[in-house]
Structure formats: C-alpha cells, structure tokens
C-alpha cells in the first residue's frame, strides 16, 4: 500500500508539472460533440433525428453550424418524456435506443422532485468516462501543496449505496454510488473502505452500525459523500468510542470530498466534530455523470468535464424560458459554452455518452469564472420559491440558513421551505431541523432579515404579497425518519429543500403522525 500511494503522489507532482494549456471551451465541447454524435449515429435516437447529417454540418466552416441544427432538430427532453418515448426501450431490454449496445445498468435518482425514483442509464461507456474523471480529481489534488506525501497511502471511506444492485428483467439498477464502488479498479481497491463486504449492505442503519464497528481499524485520510449523512457517521462514531473529535479515531483524516448539495449550512456543526481544519473539496457526481469538480484550492467553483463524454447547453433561467412551476416553455433560448455570462442563472441541458440528448438535469447553475468553465449550482428548476415574485433560489436560503446558524452558534442539520395561502396572499413556511435550542421567532426573523439582504426581489414581496414567514423548529431525527419511511435513507438521498404540491400535504400528514400540528392554510 506504501508503494502504490508513493506511486500515487509522483504520479500527482508529474501531472502537476505540466501544466494545461489554455482551456478553450468551445473547441473542447465541438469536439466531445462530435464524438457523442459519432458514436450514437445509427442507434434509434440518431436515426430519428439525423444525427449523420449533424455530423456532417460539424465540419462547416461555420463552428456553430452544428449546434444550430442539432438545437432546431432535437426537442428538449425531461425526464417523464425521454424516459416514455426513448428509455422505457431500454430498459425492456432493447439494444441501441440512445446509445449502441444494450445498456446494463440504470441509477436509480433520488427522486427529491417527484414521489418515485427515476431510472437513469449507465452505459459501459459513460461507467469509463466518470472512472476517467475521478482519478483526474485524485490527481488535481496535487496543487494542495500542503497535503503531505504520506497522506495518498490512506484510506479512501466512500459513503454511499450497496454495491448489491437489483437485478431485473436483464438489467441491474441501484444507486449510481453502489454501481460506480462495484467497478472500482483492482488497484484502488486496498485504499477503498468500507470494503467490498459491509459496501454490499442494503440496511443503511446496519451498514453505518458496521462502519463504526471497523473504523477504529482504518486508517483514514479522505471522507467522500454526502454531507448529512457523514456527518451522522461521525457522530456515530464519536458517540461509540467515546471519544472528543473523529480525528481521535482517524488522526489522517485530512480531506473531505462532498457533493450532492451545498455543503455551507452544514460547515458549522461538522466541524465541531474534528479536531483541526481539513481541506473541502467540491464535486458535481449526478445519476447522469461526472459533470464537474473543484480542480484547485481556494477555487470559487467546480471546473466543468467538458472533454469527457458529456456535451452542455445552458437555458438562461427566467420567466422567459420557465413557467411558474419551473417548467421550460417550448423552444426556450438555448446556449453554448462561449455565449454564457458570469453571475447570470442557467438550467442545465446535457446529451452524454449514457443517451440522455438534450436532457433538462433539473439543476441550476452561476458561472463564477467564465475564463476557468467554474460553475456553482444555485439550485433545482422545480425546487425554489417564487409565490408573487420573490424568486427565492435554494442558493438564497442556504446562505441565509448558514448566516442565521453562525450567528445564533446552532448546528441546523436539515430544512425545507415551502410556500402557503395567507391572509388572502402569501407566506413561506420553514422546517428547520436541529438539535439546539434556539427561539423560534429569533430565528425566523434572522432568516428573514438574511435574506432581504441576499435578494432584492425578496425584500421588495416582503413589503407587499408575501405577508409572513413562519419557522418550526424539529429534532433533526424527523428529517431522517421522513426518509426513512420514503426508502430513501443513505446513499445520494437528499432531503428536498423546497416542498411544492403534494409533497406539502405529505410532509404534513406524516408530522401528524409524529404529533407534530401545523396550522396553516397551503397551497
């Protein structure tokens, strides 16, 4: 293990030493184009909508020529409709649909917008392409000058989904986490923790419950997953061997790798679980693929994968483009890499080497570099609050919840948001889960003085149409037995941070069964 870490690190310092040229997006983006298009230009999709003939505009003189004919001939799709006209093919077992071959695994979503899971293809193709992807991440790591050799000799504890997928009608399907920690290379596999035994553990508790038997074992230097349940691990772990910090069990723990959402309203009550400061890293793994990481310290954003299998349009997001609901409108304005400004707000579209063409992921996203391809995600087209035209991003309350929790020193472990009738117009109501004590109207009034301060349209509604704001406080627990009785416990499972339509009553009926009343009219 010594030996392959040292490998590991000089492997680093020479990727580092040369340093890459000068990111040209578009030539980058033109050209996994080409190779997407290629690829997929015999299979159903490419027939259906003349994909050589695309090809064949590639190679115009005009270098836009290719996009404005794949963008007037290829609809834009979300998931209900690719998945009824082109991947319901797929997984009935049908070859070549989107992409050639059959495809063997689907990754089954979160499912934070809608009640079920979706089912997300996962080429053989696209499997390379984020393998490909995480060891360009594992080498950036070598421009953090002051993580110290020894370290790439540790362990790697990847939190995520069992690696014993579901086998059905000729295909496997489960969380992206469980299908990607099931191809791990033989190489990697000594630094990879928890194993391959505790790894193909459905039970989430009993898995965490096994974790924590073990850990007293491992040397570990990376953490990768999601922050919330990490952190419970920790806690976990902390509590079982009755130690002060996590660092008394794994005193290399030097690097968490976090994604899935944003890390900053958890900042502050993780780090009273560690015993010194540890380096953040960001990255942006969804069911659909690897789409970007952060490739530097100190960056204030993810670098884009622009090479690697996946190809990006941007939908500017406005009342332009999107309905009320979050819904695009038909033939909504639609951009590339070099037509984007910074600070401004995008839907994502994506067509990848897995065939999702022209896919609306349903992320939102704020070029911070447009020289560098850095992105943030601001939120979900579907999850943000915008009654009578406050436009409230889930960007927008992160912050104010990150503020308001620093300010009052609490440690908020999960919210949610969702917008109801009052007084004949509107309020927000929040759900903020924590185990501290903490006034309710202190903090509902810190929310709401942060977030007047974050967004303008907001402190403006505030005065006319949205006439309250209401704060629950719950045990963080409620949050997690939501979950829990959802199946969505562990993994990728994210608590959604804006609750719209039936999610409401849901959420509603299910803290009446916790004897938990609200009182409200809602929308």
């Known amino acids: 293990m010594a030996l392959l870490g040292s490998l590991l690190k000089r492997g680093i310092s ?77 997984i009935n077992g049908e070859k070549n649909v989107c992409w050639p071959g059959r495809v063997k695994y689907f990754a089954l979503s979160s499912g934070t917008s809608e009640a079920a899971s979706k089912y997300i293809p996962v080429t053989k193709t696209m499997s390379k392409a984020i393998q490909k992807t995480s060891i360009r991440q594992i080498l950036s790591l070598g421009r953090y000058q002051h993580l110290p050799s020894q370290l790439y000799e540790k362990g790697f504890l990847m939190l995520g989904g069992s690696t014993t997928l579901n086998y059905r009608d000729n295909h496997f399907e489960g969380d992206l986490s469980g299908i990607t920690a099931s191809q791990i290379p033989f190489w990697f596999q000594q630094f990879y923790k928890p194993g391959k035994e505790i790894a193909q553990e459905r039970d989430w508790a009993l898995k965490l419950d096994e974790i924590t038997e073990q850990a007293s074992q491992w040397d570990i230097g990376f953490v990768v997953g999601v922050p919330a349940w990490i952190q419970l691990l920790m806690e976990k772990i902390i509590a079982h061997y009755k130690v002060k910090t996590i660092h008394d069990i794994w005193p290399n723990l030097m690097v968490f790798c976090h994604g899935g959402v944003s890390f900053e ?10 015993a010194r400061p540890i380096t953040y890293i960001e990255t942006y793994l969804a069911s659909e693929g690897f789409i970007a990481y952060q490739t530097h310290p100190n960056a204030e954003g993810m670098q884009l994968v622009l090479d690697n299998g996946i190809f990006f349009e941007f939908i500017p997001f406005n009342d332009e483009n999107f309905n009320a609901d979050g819904e695009v409108i038909d033939k909504p304005q639609a951009l590339m890499i070099d037509e984007v400004e910074e600070g401004k707000e995008y839907a994502l579209l994506i067509s990848t080497c897995s065939g999702a063409w022209r896919y609306l992921i349903g992320d939102t996203i704020k070029f911070v570099s447009k020289k560098h391809s850095e992105i943030v995600i601001t939120g979900r087209t579907k999850h943000f609050l915008s009654l009578c035209g406050e436009h409230l991003s889930v960007d927008n309350m992160n912050k104010a919840v990150e503020l308001a929790s620093q300010e009052l020193n609490i440690d908020v472990r999960e919210f949610t948001v969702a917008g109801i009738s009052h007084d004949t117009l509107f309020a927000h109501h929040w759900y903020i889960g924590t185990n501290d004590p903490v006034d309710e109207t202190v903090l509902k009034n810190l929310i709401d003085a942060k977030l007047k301060e974050l967004n303008d349209d907001y402190a403006v509604e505030r005065r006319h ?56 009219a809602r929308l």
């Open 14 to 90: 020479l990727t580092n030493v040369v340093r890459r040229k000068k990111l040209n997006a578009l030539k980058l983006q033109k050209k996994t184009f080409v190779k997407l298009i290629g690829k997929a230009r015999y299979t159903q999709f490419g027939q259906a909508f003349q994909f050589e003939d695309i090809e064949n505009a590639a190679f115009f003189e005009d270098e836009k020529a290719f996009y404005n004919k794949f963008r007037e001939i290829v609809p834009i799709y979300d998931y209900n409709k690719i998945y009824k006209d082109w991947w319901q093919r797929s």
């Open 265 to 274: 309203p958890y900042r502050h009550g993780f780090e009273h679980l560690l």
């Open 465 to 520: 149409a949205l006439k309250d704001v209401f704060v629950t406080v719950l045990p963080a627990t409620t949050f997690y037995k939501w979950m829990e009785a959802k199946g969505k416990m562990g993994g990728q499972n994210k608590f959604p941070r804006v609750l719209k339509k039936n999610m409401i009553s849901d959420w509603e009926g299910f803290l009446k069964t916790q004897g938990i009343e609200v009182g409200a």
